[in-house]
């Protein structure tokens, strides 16, 4: 639950914020009172998400934006700055391999595997955007005396699975640069920190478990609550980031994860395979 006055007179912007957990993030920093503008590649999904927002009293605005292309991002800034006066908040959410041209299936493999467009893009989306982002936007925080930037990185940048360069070394890389940056903007009252969220069911995963229910209870073994993640989940620690209530905390990857990278990983496969020698026909993704 919201509260209204928590960012009141602040500016925030998210990318990706059409669903997913920018969906949420943008919806939660409105529902606190911030200006919000979402900046997504699919404006269509970011409009609607917009009107949710307006339904409910909040202020918002659109626009479409590639994070992995300089200009966009620039106007991007340009974009807020000019319709509400100030810069308080960026949410570096966006990761949208599907609207560079590429598939997840094509950024899958290890070094042997990927392509060279594969990884020059995923490393834009993954990481130069997060670059471009803040360098536009520090300036105006600079001005307003203060900001908070929190960048999403993931599980996956903390431990590490086979098949998955980019992401991995994405997802790792967002960690380091979050850190680095957080020395260089602290003196100006600027915080940055990076989130590192456990599985998420956003909109479009929720589609693939809506068919396979057991095998979304299978990943819920996997965390000792025994539940995996909601859009909310990550969205309400992104509004404690960015609020006063975090104003000593900066240059960490926190982990919202259920737990999941706490565990001793022989204990846990132990469990996981009594599970699925009680549960055989469980469906597995991977």
Not at 71 to 78: A, G, L, P, S
Not at 114 to 130: F, N, Q, T
Not at 178 to 195: E, H, L
Not at 249 to 260: E, K, W
Request: charged residues 20%.
């Amino acid at each position: 639950m919201g509260n209204s006055e928590r960012f009141t007179g602040r500016v925030a912007i998210v990318t990706g914020g059409a669903q997913g957990i920018g969906g949420a993030t943008a919806r939660r920093l409105a529902s606190d009172g911030a200006s919000v503008l979402i900046a997504d590649i699919d404006a269509e999904r970011a409009e609607a998400n917009a009107e949710r927002i307006r339904s409910t009293g909040g202020t918002v605005s659109v626009i479409r934006t590639d994070v992995a292309v300089a200009e966009d991002v620039e106007q991007m800034v340009h974009t807020a700055v000019t319709k509400w006066g100030r810069l308080d908040i960026l949410v570096n959410n966006a990761f949208s391999v599907a609207g560079g041209g590429l598939d997840s299936g094509s950024i899958s493999g290890g070094a042997t595997d990927v392509s060279e467009l594969a990884w020059d893009r995923g490393m834009g989306v993954l990481v130069k955007s997060i670059f471009l982002g803040v360098k536009y936007a520090v300036p105006h925080m600079r001005q307003a005396g203060a900001g908070s930037i929190i960048n999403l990185s993931s599980v996956h940048g903390l431990m590490m699975a086979e098949g998955f360069l980019v992401y991995e070394a994405g997802k790792s890389a967002v960690i380091g640069v979050t850190r680095q940056m957080a020395c260089d903007y602290g003196p100006s009252g600027i915080r940055v920190n990076a989130i590192c969220p456990g599985h998420i069911v956003t909109e479009r995963q929720g589609v693939q478990w809506q068919a396979h229910p057991d095998g979304l209870e299978f990943f819920a073994q996997q965390y000792p609550v025994r539940r995996t993640g909601t859009p909310d989940d990550i969205a309400g620690t992104i509004a404690f980031l960015a609020s006063d209530d975090a104003s000593f905390i900066t240059g960490q990857a926190i982990a919202v994860d259920g737990g999941l990278t706490i565990q001793l990983q022989e204990n846990l496969g132990v469990r996981l395979a009594k599970y699925i020698k009680a549960h055989p026909d469980t469906y597995l993704p991977y």
